[in-house]
C-alpha cells in the first residue's frame, strides 16, 4: 500500500519549501520535529530532492520501525540490516541478512537516489573495501552461455554449500544440466536449467515439493558471506596468524583457513584477510545527505557501543576465544564523526534547548490512544475532521472494512480507498483530500500524527488499539510432511506392511532375463533377505517408535508379524469404538447455544495486537461454530508454546462471559496460571469481566472470598490449578471449560473434567504436536484444531555448537543483559547444578543468578520460576524442566553444557523456549571432546546445521508427535507404535474408524505387472540413492493417470529430459492404474502373447474386442485374455490400448 499521494498536503508548507531549498544548496540544516511526523517529513523531503539520503538512527529497532513507516510513503526504502552477532561470539550473520546487506551496498554503489536507513551501530561496524568486489552480484539471463563446472566454483566462492538437496538459503545442488540455487535476497530458490552451456530457463521452486512454480528472464546472485575468500586472502590471513597455531579451536580453524573453507563464524577473520576494511559511507554517493534521526542520542549510543565492544572483544582476545585483530572490527565515534563531517547532513531534534531555540520547526501532535474504546475513536474522528484531512490507515483490508462499518454505524462518513489512489479519482467519484473528508486505506504505519499546518490527521492500528501489528511475512507452515524416503538411510530399520521390520540394506540393480530393474534390499532374521521391486517401495516406510531401543526384527514367512498386526488392529478398533461412542453421547446431549458474536467480541478481537495466523483463524472459527451450536463443545486446539492457543481460549472465554456464563481455567501448575491470569486480564481490561486466580500463593482467606464470589457469580472467569477440581469451588452458572495441557493431570482429576464436559463446552489446548496423520485418522471422532503456522514476529533462533568455551558464555550472558533480557543456562545434573550456577556468578558477577531443578520441594521451585518471570533474576540455571513449559518472551539467550548428553528432540524442544517475542535469539550448545560419542556429535551437527525446519529434524519432530499420540491416544498405545511403527498404526487406525463409522475401506486391488522392458531410474539420471528412492516412491504412489502425469513433469521439472526407462517406469505404472480400473489382477508377457487375467466379461466380450484384435483369443478355463504376436518393443502400447478398450467396454 502506498500514501504517496498524502505527501502532496506538504507542497504548500513554507517551512517544508525553505528546507527544501537549504538542501539543494547543500547547506546542513537542523530541524525540530517530534518523532510521528519524521518519516512523513523526511518522504516528502527526498520526493522534493531527489538526492540519495542516509538516515541515522540511534537503535536498531529503531531503523527498522522507521524503515517500515517511510515505506508507506515512498515505492522503495532501503534498510541496511545489523549483523546481530558479534565477531567475538564466533557466530556467522545469517546468509540472509548478508544478502540484504548487499543488496543495498550494490544499490548504493549505483549513485541512483535512493533512501537507506541504518542504526549507528550498523554504520560503526567496519565491512569489505569498494575494491573487494563484493557487492557484485553474479548476474545471470535467460539465453546466456555459462560454463557448468565454472558456475560450480564461483558459487562456492561466493560462500554457496553444495548439496543433495536445497532446503535453505546459501545452499546449492546440480544434478546433470540442472543448477539448484537458493539466494539469500530471495523468497524463493531458483532453478536453472541448461541446454549445453546456454541457460535455457530460470524458475522459481516450493522447497516443500520442490516443484517449480514461476518463470524469470534474469536473476542476481548475491553472495553468502561478507568477506574474501581466496588463496591470497587466506594466505595474509595465515601469515598474520602464524604465532597463534596453537592447539584447539584457532587450530582447527586455521586448517579450514589453509584449505580455503567457509566455517561458522569465519568472520572473526575478516580483518586478517582483508588488507584493509571499509565503511558503508565508501559505497555512499558523494552528493548525499546523510541525515541524523536524533543528533545526541545517536552520539551516546556511538560512545556507549564503541566502549561495549571494545571491552568484550579485549576480554574475548585475553580468554584465547580470538585472536586479537590487526585491526579494530568498528570505527571509534570520532572517526565516524569525522567521516560524516564531510558530507552533507540533515539533524533532526525532538528537544529544544538554549542553543537550539530558533531552530525551524515542524509542529504536530500525536493522536490521543484509544484503547481499542470505539466511542473514543468516534470522538476523536468527528472532532479531527472539522479541520482535517483524516486518513485512518489500518494494517490489513479486512480491518479497514470493519472500521467503516463501526464509523458508519455512528453516523461518520468514510471512504475506504483502493491500495493506490489518486487526489481525484476513487470507486466512488471525485474525492479531493481536503478537511471534513475521512478516508480508511490499508498500510503499516507505527503511530498517527495530527498535522496541523497541512492540514492533515493520521491515525494508526497502534494509536486505534494501542499495540503494533507485525509486518506480515510469507511463512512456511511448521507441518512437517510424513518422514519419507528421503530419510532412508542404509542400516535404518523399516516397516514392509506385508512381511514386518527389517532393515534396509540399500537398492541393488538385478538383470533377470535381460529385464533391468531396482530393487529395495531388506534383510530380516536368520539372515533371509527380501528385495523389493522398485514399483512396490510404497510398501515399505521407515520404522518411527519412540523407544530408545532398536525394533525387533521379524522372521520372513513367519506368523509373528500377522500376529502383532492383528493385536494392533484389534486394539484400535476398541480404542475407536470407544471414543466414537463418547463423540455420539455428545451430540446426543444437550447443551447451551451461545449467541452470535456482539460488538464487544468484535471490539475485542479488534484490540488483539498482532495479526492472526490462518490456523489461527481457522481455530477460532471451529470454536465459536461449537459453542453456538446445541451440543456440548470438546474440542482440542493444538498449537506450540507461543503459537496463539491462549488467544483462542481468551475470545471463547468472553464469548461465554457475554452471556452470562462463568468460566473455569484449569492449568498443571501454579507459574501457567500466573501467566494465564496476566494474559486474561490485559486482554480484557477494557471490558466489565472480573478475572481471579486461585492458587496456593493466595492466603486461605483470599482463596475462600474468591470462592464465594465465584458461587455468587460476582467472578466471572476463575482461573487456577487442580484445586479449582475441589467441592468448595463452585459456580453459580457454568457455561465453559479450559484445561491447558490435560495430559499432566492425574487419573482422578481427569475423571473429574470427563465428568465436567459432558454437561458444559470444554477446550483443551495442548502443546504437544499432534501428527498430520493421526488428524486424519481420527476425523469425525475427535474434534481437532490445530495451529501450525508460527506467529509472525518469530525468527529463526542463531545457534552454535562448540566445546565449551568461558568467554563465549561471558559475552553471551553480557549482550542479552545489555539489551534487557534473560538467560536460560540448563546445566542437566543436580548433583552439581549449584556449582554451575557459581560459575556463570564467577563469569558475569553482574547478574542476578537462580537455580531451578524437579527436585527440588514443589513450593520452592514454583517460588523462583514465579520470581524469574518477574524478572527479579536474570540468569536460570536449571535443569531440563524448561523443555515443554510457560512462554517467557524476555529470555532470548539459551546455553546448555554437556549438550552432547541429550537427545535430538530434547535439544529441538530447548531451543524452542527462546525466540519468542520479537528480538534475535541465541542458543549455544556446548560439548566436553573428551566425552562427545559419534552419535552426538551427529545430532549436535543437526541442530546446528538447520536452524529452521529441515530434514535433519523431522526424526526428532516425529518423536515429540508420537509423544502427543501418547497423550491423546492414552499410554496403552505407546506399545502398539513400537510394534508396527507410527506409519503403520495411523493407517490400521484409520482402517478402524472407517469400518466402525460404516464405511470399510476398500482394498485395493494388487495388480501384478511383468513385462519385459527396462523400467527403472538410471544412476546418471538421479545419481544419489535417497533421491532415487524418493523418485520410486513418487512414482509407486501414482493411483491415477492425473497423478502419472504429475510424476512425470516433477521429475522432468527437478533432473531433466527423463530416460527411456523412467519413462517406461511411469507407463508400467500407468497400466497398473488402467488394470485395477479393468478388475485385471495380472499383466504378463510370456513367448509373444500378452496376457490379462481374471477377465471377468466372459466369452461375450472377448467376442467384442476380437473385432478390434485379430490375435486376440480368450482361456475361460483361466478367465485369460491372450493377444498374440505380441514384441517387446510394443508390449506397453498394445497394453495401455487394450486395457483402454476393457475399460471402455466395461462403461
Known amino acids: 500500500m502506498s500514501l504517496r499521494v498524502l505527501l502532496d498536503c506538504l507542497k504548500e508548507n513554507d517551512n517544508f519549501r525553505r528546507l527544501v531549498g537549504d538542501l539543494l544548496a547543500r547547506e546542513n540544516p537542523t530541524i525540530f520535529v517530534p518523532d510521528p511526523l519524521r518519516p512523513y517529513l523526511l518522504a516528502g523531503l527526498f520526493r522534493e530532492v531527489r538526492k540519495p539520503f542516509l538516515i541515522v538512527v540511534s537503535t536498531v529497532k529503531g531503523a527498522q520501525e522507521l524503515a517500515k513507516d517511510m515505506a508507506n510513503f515512498l515505492p522503495s526504502v532501503l534498510l541496511f540490516p545489523d549483523w546481530e552477532v558479534l565477531p567475538c561470539e564466533r557466530l556467522s550473520p545469517r546468509s540472509e541478512i548478508v544478502g540484504r546487506r548487499l543488496e543495498v551496498l550494490n544499490r548504493l554503489q549505483s549513485g541512483s537516489p535512493t533512501v537507506t536507513v541504518i542504526a549507528v551501530q550498523t554504520l560503526m561496524q567496519k565491512i569489505p573495501p569498494l575494491a573487494a568486489g563484493l557487492a557484485e552480484p553474479l548476474e545471470m539471463k535467460v539465453g546466456q552461455e555459462y560454463d557448468l563446472h565454472g558456475l560450480s566454483m564461483e558459487l562456492l566462492r561466493m560462500g554457496y554449500e553444495r548439496v543433495h538437496l536445497v532446503e535453505a538459503r546459501g545452499h546449492f545442488s546440480i544434478r546433470g544440466g540442472i543448477v539448484d540455487v537458493f539466494p539469500p535476497t530471495r523468497e524463493h530458490p531458483l532453478r536453472i536449467e541448461f541446454f549445453g552451456d546456454e541457460i535455457e530457463s530460470i524458475r522459481e521452486f516450493m522447497i516443500s515439493s520442490q516443484r517449480s512454480i514461476s518463470s524469470l528472464g534474469g536473476i542476481s546472485i548475491f553472495s553468502c558471506r561478507e568477506l574474501v575468500l581466496n588463496r591470497q586472502t587466506a594466505g595474509r590471513a595465515l601469515d598474520l596468524l602464524r604465532e597463534k597455531s596453537s592447539s584447539g579451536e584457532l587450530g582447527e580453524d586455521l586448517r579450514r583457513l589453509k584449505e580455503i573453507s567457509y566455517f561458522e563464524g569465519i568472520e572473526v577473520y575478516s580483518p586478517f584477510l582483508h588488507e584493509e576494511l571499509g565503511t558503508l559511507l565508501d559505497y555512499f554517493p558523494s552528493g548525499g545527505v546523510v541525515i541524523l534521526h536524533e543528533t545526541r542520542e545517536i552520539e551516546e549510543e556511538a560512545t556507549e557501543f564503541y566502549l561495549r565492544q571494545s571491552k568484550a572483544l579485549d576480554e574475548a582476545a585475553l580468554s584465547g576465544s580470538i585472536p586479537p585483530p590487526p585491526v579494530s572490527y568498528y570505527l571509534s565515534p570520532d572517526d565516524l564523526f569525522d567521516l560524516w563531517s564531510k558530507r552533507q547532513q540533515l539533524g533532526l531534534v525532538s528537544i529544544r534547548t538554549r542553543f537550539r531555540e530558533r ?214 478398533k476398541k480404542m475407536a469404538f470407544d471414543l466414537l461412542t463418547l463423540y455420539a453421547k455428545r451430540l446426543n446431549s444437550e447443551g447451551f447455544s451461545f449467541s452470535p458474536d456482539t460488538p464487544w467480541q468484535r471490539e475485542l478481537e479488534d484490540a488483539f495486537p498482532f495479526e492472526e495466523t490462518p490456523d489461527q483463524q481457522h481455530a477460532i472459527a471451529d470454536v465459536k461454530d461449537d459453542m453456538e451450536g446445541p451440543r456440548p463443545m470438546d474440542r482440542l486446539v493444538c ?59 493466595k492466603s486461605p482467606k483470599e482463596q475462600r472470598g474468591i470462592s464465594a464470589d465465584f458461587a455468587l457469580g460476582k467472578v466471572d472467569i476463575l482461573i487456577g490449578t487442580h484445586r479449582l477440581l475441589q467441592r468448595d469451588v463452585k459456580a453459580k452458572d457454568l457455561g465453559l471449560v479450559v484445561v491447558d495441557e490435560e495430559q499432566r493431570f492425574g487419573v482422578a482429576h481427569k475423571e473429574h473434567l470427563k465428568n465436567l464436559k459432558e454437561t458444559v463446552d470444554a477446550i483443551t489446548l495442548t502443546a504437544t504436536p499432534i501428527p498430520r ?40 550472558v553480557r ?38 531443578h524437579g527436585q527440588m520441594p514443589e513450593d520452592d521451585l514454583e517460588r523462583v520460576m514465579l520470581d524469574f518471570l518477574a524478572r527479579k533474576y536474570d540468569v536460570l540455571v536449571c535443569t531440563t524442566i524448561i ?52 552419535a552426538a556429535a551427529d545430532r549436535l551437527k543437526t541442530i546446528g546445521e538447520f536452524t529452521e525446519l529441515g530434514s535433519g529434524l523431522k526424526i526428532a519432530l516425529r518423536d515429540l508427535e508420537i509423544r502427543g499420540a501418547g497423550n491423546l491416544l492414552g499410554p496403552e498405545q505407546h506399545g502398539h507404535i513400537a510394534a508396527v511403527g507410527f506409519e503403520l498404526y495411523c493407517r490400521l487406525l484409520q482402517e478402524a474408524v472407517e469400518e466402525i463409522r460404516g464405511k470399510p475401506a476398500k482394498k485395493p486391488l494388487e495388480v501384478k505387472v511383468d513385462l519385459p522392458v527396462n523400467a527403472y531410474i538410471p544412476r546418471d539420471f538421479i545419481t544419489e540413492e535417497f533421491l532415487r528412492i524418493e523418485a520410486y516412491q513418487r512414482i509407486a504412489s501414482i493411483n491415477d493417470l492425473e497423478k502419472a502425469k504429475e510424476a512425470r513433469e516433477e521429475l522432468w521439472d527437478r533432473y531433466g529430459p527423463l530416460p527411456r526407462e523412467t519413462e517406461n517406469l511411469i507407463e508400467v505404472c500407468k497400466l497398473k492404474v488402467m488394470a485395477r480400473d479393468a478388475g485385471i489382477a495380472n499383466v504378463l508377457w510370456e513367448e509373444g502373447n500378452l496376457l490379462l487375467s481374471p477377465f471377468t466379461s466372459g466369452e461375450k466380450g472377448a467376442a467384442s474386442l476380437k473385432e478390434f484384435y485379430s490375435g486376440l483369443d480368450f482361456n475361460p478355463r483361466r478367465r485369460t485374455l491372450i493377444l498374440r504376436g505380441v514384441d517387446e518393443g510394443g508390449v506397453l502400447s498394445f497394453g495401455h490400448r487394450l486395457l483402454g478398450d476393457i475399460i471402455r467396454l466395461s462403461s
Open 773 to 812: 496423520t493421526l488428524q486424519m485418522s481420527l476425523a469425525g471422532i475427535r474434534d481437532l484444531s490445530i495451529i501450525d503456522t508460527p506467529p509472525e514476529d518469530r525468527y529463526p533462533v542463531y545457534t552454535y555448537v562448540g566445546e565449551e568455551d568461558e568467554g563465549l558464555i561471558q559475552s553471551a
Open 359 to 572: 531552530l525551524p520547526e515542524f509542529r504536530c501532535s500525536s493522536v490521543e490512544p484509544m484503547l481499542g474504546s470505539i466511542d473514543r475513536l468516534e470522538r476523536v474522528v468527528k472532532e479531527l475532521k472539522e479541520d482535517f484531512l483524516v486518513c485512518i490507515v489500518s494494517r490489513d483490508r479486512g480491518g479497514a472494512e470493519r472500521l467503516r462499518e463501526v464509523l458508519g454505524e455512528r453516523g461518520i462518513e468514510s471512504i475506504l480507498c483502493p491500495d493506490e489512489f489518486t487526489l481525484k479519482v476513487h470507486p466512488e467519484g471525485e474525492m479531493p483530500l481536503t478537511p471534513g473528508k475521512v478516508i480508511l486505506t490499508v498500510g503499516n504505519l507505527s503511530r498517527g500524527f495530527i498535522f496541523k499546518e497541512a492540514g492533515l490527521a493520521c491515525l494508526s492500528d497502534y494509536d486505534i488499539f494501542i499495540k503494533h501489528r507485525e509486518e506480515r511475512r510469507e511463512r512456511q507452515t511448521r507441518a512437517l510432511p510424513l518422514v519419507g524416503f528421503v530419510d532412508i538411510e542404509e542400516g535404518d530399520y523399516v516397516v514392509h506392511v506385508n512381511h514386518g521390520i527389517a532393515r534396509y540394506a540399500g537398492l541393488s540393480q538385478q538383470e533377470v532375463e535381460g529385464v533391468v530393474r531396482d530393487y529395495m534390499v531388506l534383510e530380516y532374521a536368520q539372515g533371509d533377505k527380501l528385495y523389493v521391486p522398485a514399483d512396490q517401495v510404497h510398501k515399505v516406510s521407515k520404522y518411527i517408535g519412540e523407544s530408545t531401543q532398536p525394533p525387533r526384527i521379524s522372521r520372513l514367512g513367519g506368523r509373528e508379524w500377522s500376529r502383532a498386526k492383528r493385536r494392533v488392529r484389534e486394539s484400535v
Open 639 to 697: 498449537g506450540d508454546v507461543g503459537y496463539g492457543k491462549t488467544e483462542v481460549a481468551i475470545r471463547a472465554t468472553f464469548k461465554a462471559v457475554m452471556d452470562g456464563k462463568q468460566v473455569i481455567v484449569l492449568v498443571p501448575t501454579t507459574i501457567l496460571a500466573q501467566q494465564h491470569y496476566n494474559n486474561f486480564r490485559e486482554r480484557l481490561s477494557a471490558f466489565p469481566a472480573v478475572v481471579e486466580m486461585l492458587s496456593r500463593f
Open 883 to 934: 523443555e515443554s513449559g510457560i512462554d517467557i518472551p524476555s529470555v532470548n539467550t539459551l546455553i546448555v553444557d554437556e549438550a552432547n548428553k541429550l537427545g535430538l528432540a530434547q535439544l529441538y524442544q530447548l531451543r524452542g523456549r527462546v525466540g519468542r517475542a520479537n528480538h534475535r535469539a541465541y542458543a549455544y550448545f556446548f560439548f566436553s571432546d573428551e566425552t562427545l560419542t559419534s
Open 815 to 852: 549482550r542479552e543483559l545489555a539489551r534487557g533480557g534473560q538467560i536460560y543456562y540448563v546445566h542437566n545434573r543436580v548433583e552439581t547444578i549449584d556449582g554451575a550456577a557459581r560459575r556463570v556468578m564467577e563469569l558475569v558477577s553482574e547478574a542476578r543468578i537462580a537455580v531451578a
